[in-house]
């Protein structure tokens, strides 16, 4: 009855998001160094990507980009590792 109709539709604009590389590639834009990590999460009901890079100095810092603009939201230096 329905067919294909519901697949065949662009998904819209409003559920697009950055890929995983682009988050990584934002990350390394601020803070260069070695990915070590990505993930997604929800954050106070905000998807992001959680990029953890590990700089030349052997620090590591945690970058969160929203998952649908791209923005940084926080950039912090890691001080507890678990």
Avoid at 8 to 29: E, F, G
Avoid at 39 to 54: A, H, Q, R, S, T
């Amino acid at each position: 009855m329905y067919g294909d109709y519901y697949y065949s539709q662009p998904v819209p604009m409003s559920r697009q998001r950055i890929t995983k590389q682009q988050a990584k590639d934002i990350a390394l834009k601020n803070i260069p160094g070695r990915v070590l990590h990505v993930d997604m999460d929800l954050e106070n009901g905000v998807l992001v990507y959680e990029v953890f890079i590990l700089t030349a100095k052997n620090r590591i810092f945690e970058v969160e980009i929203h998952a649908k603009t791209g923005r940084i939201i926080k950039m912090e230096e890691e001080t507890d590792f678990d």
